[in-house]
């Protein structure tokens, strides 16, 4: 998803959270003027949310590993964080992902992210996830891009 969508539709809290590359979270959200509590992991990876508490949560929330802490934070549909946990990465994810037919939603993973032309930084479960499909709507009709992302 396009940085800037991302950031607006946290602040508008219709994503509870998401996960930006930043050293400095900061400074990146008082540059910007965004209303939102930070919790830097300390490798150049931040977590953003405008509820405090789920910021707080972080630290004691129970998960297997981060890939799931990221898909609990940022509103991933469960069924894809579970699908996604049983790949443990986006590559063999990706590949299991697109064994299961048309592919509407990824155009290619790197060792980090999700490039989508729709408003998603995870892998679906399959391509014909409900839950994908209705955040998918939401994300379009809430952004203030007006839908000029395909999703
Ligand atoms: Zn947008
Ligand atoms: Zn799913």
Request: aromatic share 8%; net charge positive; with cysteine.
């Amino acid at each position: 998803m396009d940085l800037s969508c991302e950031l607006y539709l946290t602040v508008k809290g219709v994503k509870p959270g998401c996960v930006v590359r930043t050293w400095d979270p900061e400074a990146l959200l008082e540059s910007l003027g965004l209303p939102l509590i930070p919790y830097a992991l300390g490798d150049g990876v931040a977590f953003l949310s405008r509820d405090r508490r789920r910021v707080e949560a972080l630290q004691t929330r129970p998960a297997k590993n981060i890939h799931e802490l990221v898909g609990w934070f940022c509103g991933y549909p469960e069924c894809c964080v579970e699908e996604f946990l049983r790949h443990g990465a986006l590559l063999p994810a990706l590949k299991a992902y697109r064994g299961k037919g048309l592919d509407p939603y990824v155009l290619s993973v790197d060792a980090e992210s999700v490039r989508s032309p729709y408003h998603i930084n995870w892998i679906p479960c399959s391509p014909s996830c409900v839950r994908t499909a209705r955040l998918v709507r939401l994300y379009r009709d809430e952004c203030r891009c007006g839908g000029a992302r395909l999703g």
